[in-house]
């Protein structure tokens, strides 16, 4: 097992390019469809990707840095950010979000990524006309009075926090640099349900120094465990390239992009045991047959095991078993006949 990467090092592996540039203009924003229990029932979701500073963590495999600046965000940026994405028009005849998703690539409760004076206009923006507002945290930064002072101002929206896990392997964990241990997360979960804030977990899928088979063994793992915390959604993440740092490893053998069949098994598997669950009558203490599984299909094309023959009929699969939370059947190819 190679050493514990530092952040030096993994700034030092960045690509040049040209990142935001501070201000009060979103960066873009994305309405779409998202389960809401296990049964299906889709949620319209608008997602407010917004303009702010650069999160104090250097994660390994993280590539979110491109869409932030490196100053500290000003006052009253994001809340005007908010107040535009919430306005904004969309498809004419549309169906209305209900959900909101405030992602700003970074921490929400982190003071240097979004001023605690920004709190209480957002809390106006988002408290009327929305059902649930999600926002993004690592587990080592909750202030849990912030939290249930912005919980408690939201109401009648409900608070739900995305907080990324990555896995369960400790080795691998602590070499991804997220400075965090599993019993971080544990504590961030618990804190969370405590007050009723509801938890989204984010889950990789091939971090470096795995095999196909290991991957998907500490991926189920991690979900797992990311459900015996309480989370009501876990989102499984394709590690991918891009941030420099993930090259490096792979130019070195230590890093192997996953495969789409592997991404299309975890989410299966976790559908399911869900119905298994559901036909037997069981209803385990860690809730397994509430919690909702997805897989993240960003940059599908990049996996491994795809081609243009079928590429688009396995993300359109799993976009419906994403969504509808059934089984849909397996899109046969030779591509991914000897992909290992």
């Not at 500290?72 to 919430?86: E, F, H, K, M, N």
């Not at 921490?107 to 649930?132: C, Y």
């Not at 926002?135 to 990324?164: C, K, S, T, Y």
């Not at 490893?249 to 298994?276: C, M, Q, V, W």
Request: proline share 6%; charged share 25%.
């Amino acid at each position: 097992m190679p050493m514990r990467f530092s952040s030096r090092w993994i700034l030092r592996q960045r690509p040049a390019l040209v990142r935001p540039v501070p201000g009060n203009s979103l960066l873009s924003w994305h309405d779409e469809w998202e389960p809401s229990t296990n049964a299906g029932q889709p949620a319209r979701v608008r997602t407010l990707f917004l303009r702010g500073s650069e999160c104090r963590f250097r994660c390994l495999m993280c590539d979110l840095w491109k869409y932030t600046h490196t100053e500290a965000t000003s006052p009253g940026d994001i809340s005007r950010q908010v107040q535009q994405g919430i306005t904004a028009a969309g498809p004419e005849n549309g169906p209305r979000c209900s959900w909101l998703k405030l992602y700003n690539a970074s921490s929400f409760f982190d003071t240097k990524n979004i001023p605690s004076s920004d709190l209480p206009a957002i809390a106006d923006q988002v408290r009327i006309g929305f059902e649930r507002v999600i926002v993004e945290n690592h587990p080592r930064l909750l202030p849990m009075d912030v939290v249930e002072r912005f919980q408690r101002a939201i109401h009648p929206a409900r608070l739900e926090i995305a907080m990324g896990l990555e896995t369960v392997e400790p080795t691998v964990l602590e070499r991804l640099n997220k400075q965090m241990t599993v019993d971080d997360f544990r504590r961030a979960a618990a804190a969370c349900r405590l007050i009723d804030v509801d938890v989204r977990t984010f889950v990789l899928l091939q971090p470096p120094w795995m095999s196909v088979a290991d991957a998907v063994l500490w991926c189920q793992r991690s979900i797992d465990l990311a459900i015996e915390c309480g989370a009501r959604l876990v989102s499984v993440i394709p590690v991918r390239g891009g941030n420099g740092a993930m090259e490096r490893l792979a130019e070195s053998g230590e890093f192997t992009p996953p495969t789409a069949r592997s991404l299309e098994n975890i989410l299966y598997d976790n559908l399911s045991i869900k119905r298994s669950e559901a036909q037997d009558g069981q209803r385990s203490q860690s809730n397994r047959s509430e919690a909702i599984v997805t897989v993240d299909l960003w940059d599908w094309d990049k996996l491994r095991g795809v081609c243009a023959s079928c590429s688009s009929a396995r993300h359109e699969r799993l976009e419906r078993m994403n969504l509808t939370r059934t089984v849909v059947p397996e899109v046969k190819c030779l591509c991914d006949a000897h992909v290992s």
